[in-house]
């Protein structure tokens, strides 16, 4: 959950005037970032991990990497479905819109509410 909000928070379009929001549910977190993704960005390696790099906010990528909050640059989606799957739960969805990308992380099935 860690690299999916300082993802949300390192990427998101700052021109957009809305928050990052993340919202937990009985069943799935979903963080929501506003802005899409940058076009140098291909859509299909994005959702597996393995999209090229792209600094959006390189002063941000930056400072939360020294602070070591965030993975090595480029590596944030692949480390949060590797650790999704080393933890037993689903595989995150990804959710690419035209104004923002929606990280959802489905809980892992002893946390499921029944």
Known sequence: MQ??????????????DEPTRI?????????????S????I???KFVVGK????WRNQALAYFFNKLELAQV?????STIIR?????GCPDP???????????ILPAHSRHTLI
């Open 3 to 16: 690299e999916a909000v300082i993802n949300a928070i390192v990427h998101r379009d700052y021109e957009i």
């Open 23 to 35: 919202t937990v549910f009985s069943d799935r977190i979903e963080i929501h970032s506003p802005g």
């Open 37 to 40: 993704l940058p076009r140098a």
């Open 42 to 44: 291909d859509k299909e």
């Open 51 to 54: 999209a090229n790099l792209f």
């Open 73 to 77: 640059a480029g590596q944030g989606v």
């Open 83 to 87: 650790t999704m799957r080393e933890e």
């Open 93 to 103: 969805k990804f959710e690419i819109g035209t104004e923002s990308v929606t990280c």
